[in-house]
């Protein structure tokens, strides 16, 4: 038998700015990796230390020593087991995305990240420098190359690895959620293992920070592009792995490997992981929402609850004059199957004085889409009250296509701290209330079943307003998510008026959109970080 190495990853939740915390928690596990796993090395996330992505908290000199302080404590205090750690390295005015491997308390390797990802929801050219030399480091006589993240996804910087010696590569991540991005990230790994002939160890972090959601799904490949060990998504876990060397080849053990979850499983799961991280790690002690009687509002109540338990979650029901019986009675069920608490607040009074405080200057107009939206915004006001007295954060429940369009009232339903579902489109939020549905009732079936309304007026429905979703959906990710013109939108067989009306609203409705709360990001285009459309623009969609 050859040389052998025993590798614990280290597939954590780290807190962004809570540098202390963040270094007590690696120590920690490097004690747990030592005395429970025997580990010769144990990894860590792409800049565990400071936690991802950091934005401009970069630039501030307290972070610098607070970082600075962290590294010579990682160093001095970790023994009998080598440490991969990443973290922002400062060098005269630049500074570098960097992981350094310290044993016994000195630093083996370093390494600079190579490859910058400059688009979607990653900026790190405005803040860090490129590396450019490889680094490998010998463990128990196998040979480690070290790379961070993007620098898998293009040849350069494992050939470098691969060249400079290493027989096992190491990629350390914090690579974000979106559907189907496990399997992407194994299908770009794969081509690295097959270029370079060795073996892969991908570690990448979990939880939610602002819009992002990192999953996990950390993982080992031999060198034939085979999953040797998956580690369970959206779950911390400190996971053992082997690595034999045997004649030219460097082997990586047999070991669990979590399957793949679907789709509906997969993004349930990330807007659970994305709103607990969210309300814990901002300090709130709970959450409100209004509960409506409708799908949007019932998927988020579920979501809330296994985020975060029912005793931290409460609902209100506002009914008005236009608000159906079966709407009231679907609430009230469901927020009995939930277990949380209910009020019902009639909004009937906070109407009828608005309206009647407004009635000179409203003289001789009919009513319109005003007084719908002084509904919406007087639900709003109680909401935001119920929040500020109780310190409780205020939900909405708004999904993407009623973002795109503008079907939503800016001061009202639009109000709150965080937009659990802002990023699926409503013909997914019906999915994942059935997917939820499988796991026990939580949502009575008729809110799935009924046609969606808003309830502001008379027998209203969503499709007086809208196109079918069913429609609506296909043509809004086509723009959004595949930046398609008119004319190729039309070509997938969507009526030409009907894709330049829904564009038309999502240009023209770009200024309530920068208002609107952060919400989980589970697609691979969401607004927010990662959309930047101009609100004063003239352009039109003639093709």
Known sequence: MGDRITVALAQLDFVVGDVEGNTTRILD??????????????????????????????????????????????????????????????????????????????????????????????????????????????????????????????????????????????????????????????????????????????????????????????????????????????????????????????????????????????????????????????????????????????????????????????????????????????????????????????IEPMYEATVAQLSKIFAGRDEDVTEENIQARCRGLLLMSISNKTGWMLLTTGNKSEMAVGYATLYGDMAGGFAPIKDCSKSLVYRLARYRSTRGEVIPERVITRPPSAELRPNQQDTDSLPDYNVLDPILEAFIEKDLSVQEIVEKGFDRDVVVRVLEMVKRNEYKRRQAPPGVRISSRAFGRDWRYPITSKYTFPE
């Open 29 to 346: 596990y490097c004690v747990r990796a030592h005395d429970e796993m025997q580990a010769d090395l144990v990894i860590f996330p792409e800049l565990s230390v400071c936690g991802y992505p950091p934005e401009d908290l970069l630039f501030h000199s307290g972070l610098q020593r607070r970082v600075a302080n962290a590294m010579e404590k990682i160093r001095s205090t970790a023994r009998d087991i080598a440490v991969f750690v990443g973290y922002p390295e400062y060098e005269g005015g630049d500074i570098h995305n960097a992981a350094v491997v310290f044993q016994d308390g000195h630093p083996v390797a370093q390494y600079r990240k190579h490859l910058l990802p400059n688009y979607r929801v990653f900026d790190e050219e405005r803040y860090f420098k490129a590396g450019r030399e490889a680094a490998v480091f010998t463990l128990n006589g196998i040979r480690l190359g070290v790379t961070i993240c993007e620098d898998i996804w293009q040849s350069g910087p494992v050939a470098a690895c691969r060249a400079a010696g290493a027989e096992i590569i190491i990629a350390t991540n914090g690579s974000p959620y979106e559907i189907d991005s496990q399997e992407h990230r194994e299908s770009v790994a794969r081509k690295r293992v097959s270029e370079a002939g060795i073996p892969l160890i991908y570690v990448n972090m979990v939880g939610g920070q602002d819009e992002l959601v990192f999953d996990g799904g950390s993982f080992t490949m031999d060198r034939d592009g085979e999953i040797c060990f998956r580690a369970p998504p959206f779950e911390e876990g400190l996971h053992r792995v082997e690595f034999v060397a045997d004649g030219s080849e460097v082997k990586p053990s047999s070991g669990d490997i979590e399957p793949q979850f679907d789709v509906e499983r997969s993004v349930y799961e990330a807007l659970v992981c994305g709103t607990r991280d969210y309300v814990n790690k901002n300090g709130f002690p709970g959450v409100i929402l209004g509960l409506s009687g409708g799908v949007d509002s019932a998927l988020v109540a579920t979501i809330a609850v296994d985020a975060l338990g029912a005793d931290r979650v409460r609902a209100v029901m506002m009914p008005f004059r236009y608000t159906s019986n079966m709407s009231q009675e679907d609430a009230a069920s469901q927020a009995a199957l939930l277990g949380i608490r209910y009020d019902v607040i009639p």
